[in-house]
């Protein structure tokens, strides 16, 4: 054997040529990303739909019970019953104009708030009846655009659970929500009757604006869906 023998290595890539196929991968992935970024995906809660659906019912609730009760302290900075001996609470008053405003009807004794009643019958004004309309649209709104709602069984669970807990804690307001004035000749208690058409108004309510809010909402998520 020969003792000066040659041993021959391979030879790598060139720098620059691994330099250029780096640059070519990052092309090729840029290329794989969608550019259509009319509908981006957004990250939402992975939460039960129940649970979601609840504390949303929950925090409708809240709020407008919040901002009746603003509204009720401007009414009464304002002089709303301010020739009275005996002023109702501002909670009793924010009891009677929320119910109100879903549509349930103001009785006096066993019969409904006629117009000579000025004091009560404009209670519900245009403003407080907007109210519970523009919370319920944008909590119909969130939950199905924060919350992952895979099936339509879920989304049924979800905005079941809203509707639900919603009614509820509205429709609880008729028992802080009476009124019955000493200075009357004929003392009348002034409430909204605990009855089924009590839970019917305020269903409805809630039904159509949580709807028309969670349709909204839904619409980007079909569309990305025909793509």
């Known amino acids: 054997m020969s003792s000066d023998r040659r041993f021959e290595y391979d030879k790598g890539p060139r720098l620059e040529d691994e330099r250029e196929s780096d640059e070519d991968d990052a092309d090729d992935e840029c290329e794989e990303e969608p550019t259509d970024t009319r509908y981006p995906r957004q990250r939402r809660l992975a939460v039960p739909p129940w649970k979601a659906g609840a504390v949303s019912g929950i925090g409708a609730f809240v709020t407008v019970v919040a901002v009746t009760y603003q509204l009720v302290g401007a009414m009464f900075a304002g002089g709303l019953f301010s020739g009275m001996e005996d002023r109702p609470s501002r909670v009793v008053i924010t009891g009677l104009i929320a119910l109100g405003s879903h ?16 004091v009560i019958r404009g209670l519900t004004t245009n403003v407080t009846a907007l109210v519970p309309a ?5 909590a119909g709104y969130l939950l199905v655009r924060s919350v992952r709602l895979e099936t339509r069984r879920e989304a049924g669970l979800a905005l079941g659970s809203l ?7 509205t429709a609880g307001l008729a028992t802080i929500g009476r009124w019955t004035p000493t200075g009357d000749r004929e003392t009348e208690t002034i409430a909204v009757a605990i009855e089924p058409s009590l839970f019917a108004a305020i269903g409805g309510t809630a ?3 949580t709807a028309i809010g969670a349709g909204v909402a839904a619409v980007p998520r079909l ?5």
Do not use: K, T
């Open 163 to 169: 509707l639900l807990s919603y009614v509820v804690l």
């Open 103 to 118: 549509g349930a009807p103001i009785e006096r004794g066993e019969e409904a708030i006629q117009g000579a009643y000025g």
């Open 207 to 209: 039904v159509v604006f």
């Open 223 to 227: 569309l990305a869906a025909e793509r």
């Open 134 to 138: 523009v919370v319920l649209l944008i």
